[in-house]
């Protein structure tokens, strides 16, 4: 089954992550049932030209806002400047296996794919 993902947030990731090829961008997707929009965050790893940490204050900002009766927090998105659009090994390590959705955004390209207990699954996107 398919995400769906509204094209004005798919242009806005892809349009953030071209305007810093030096580094990866980040942030988190919301929506109940598909993802209909995204807060940017700031990106606070040591070194963002090949890893990313979305900074704890826009998290915090979006579960409290979730918890308020906002949107609930779908997943997470990221960038791979010079890379491919598919969970990297610090990504595999990294991740909860919570079922959350990761959008990866790489080289001329953007995929979905859920963090499970036992590793990243690809999952169809539908941009509506």
Do not use: K
Not at 71 to 88: C, V
């Amino acid at each position: 089954m398919a995400v769906t993902i509204s094209s004005a947030v798919l242009a806005d990731i892809l349009a953030r992550a071209a305007a810093s090829p030096e580094r990866e961008v980040c942030g988190i997707l919301l929506g109940a049932g598909g993802i209909s929009s995204h807060v940017p965050a700031a990106n606070v790893a040591a070194d963002p030209r090949d890893s990313f940490e979305i900074d704890p204050t826009a998290l915090f900002a979006a579960i409290r806002v979730e918890r308020a009766g906002g949107p609930p927090i779908a997943g997470y998105y990221h960038s791979h400047p010079s890379g491919r659009a598919e969970p990297s090994a610090r990504d595999q390590a990294e991740a909860a296996g919570d079922g959350r959705l990761w959008l990866i955004v790489g080289t001329g390209e953007a995929r979905l794919w859920r963090a499970e207990a036992d590793g990243f699954v690809a999952v169809a996107l539908a941009i509506v």
